[in-house]
């Protein structure tokens, strides 16, 4: 009985998350204002609300102040930093980099918010206030759900960060980086190094993620996401005129059955699932491709280049088993 009272409220998180994505997309397509859809807002349920553990060390009042603050450091970097994209995204990186060492914390989803707004050249105040409310949605909700024994409590104890290790190891993924973006960029083919993908790339160069032990899952199921968010678009959205939000719905109700099968819940699947929502359709084609191609790419060089296991001490997204 136990076990199928257990089973029934993961169901229950299953369709908030949903639900979650659903209503960030309707809201998006009534206001007519694209900067609202936050694709990261999918791995945070997963992270948030679906996993039995959070992968993050993190609390509530970082998840909010985090996602807060480098959603709005990407859009002033768009608005008064005119440099080349390079270097923009290096920033951000950086940034991210720095803010997450100071406030001792793997919250890693950080990255792509900060990223995102650069990619998508987005000024508008509304991203940032968008990504704050989301935030404050999601720590609230999940709140609710350690309250009421939908999901277990968090317990939050800050990463053991070596200041010096963490420097070296910022500046050797800022290094490692740009320069497997030298080309991408130079020939503006960036979704090769989508930010969901600079997410995995980060979390697969600590050496104590579990995701290590299976790399060629984790390249697997950001493909996955990729296809099945750009099937759903072009097919029901752009093809059968459906909106959408119905496409995100379905598509989060997909990515989250592949989820419980395989038993893997790696938050990054969820933000590059929503990618395709929110970038130009010709592109839809051919954006799985990049994502298997950058994202095996970058795992490669986080599996190589990536070993010493003094670099960090800190054990993120410990249920994927």
Known sequence: ??????????????????????????????????????????A????????????????????????????LFGVLIVRYVHVPLIFQVCLCFGFTGFILTLCRTNFVPIISACILPVYLGTK???????????????IIAQWLMEKFHFRPI???????????TQIIKWSKLLLVFGLIALI????????????????????????NSPARKKPHYIVGLMTFGAFVGCLLRYVLNIYLGLPLSICTALACLILFIALHKIRINFPPAGAILLIPMIIDKSLLLRFPVEVLFGGTVLCIAALI?????????????ENIN
């Open 1 to 42: 009985m136990k076990a199928e009272i257990l089973k029934q409220i993961r169901i229950e998180r299953y369709i908030f998350g949903i639900l979650m994505a659903l209503a960030m997309v309707g809201v998006a397509e009534l206001s007519g204002e694209q900067e609202i859809i936050f694709p990261e807002i999918c």
């Open 124 to 138: 508008s105040w509304i991203y940032p206030i968008s990504v704050t409310v989301m935030a404050l949605m999601i």
């Open 305 to 317: 280049l990536f070993r010493n296991k003094n670099i960090t001490n800190n054990k993120p997204l």
């Open 184 to 207: 991408p960029f130079k020939t503006h083919q960036i979704y090769f190094l989508a930010p969901p993908l600079i997410v995995m790339f980060t979390e697969l160069s600590n050496v």
């Open 44 to 71: 945070l349920t997963i992270g948030a609300w679906i996993s039995e553990q959070q992968p993050w060390k993190t609390n509530k009042r970082r998840i909010f102040f985090l996602m807060s603050v480098a959603a």
């Open 154 to 164: 968090n317990k939050f104890s800050p990463c053991n960060f070596d200041t010096k």
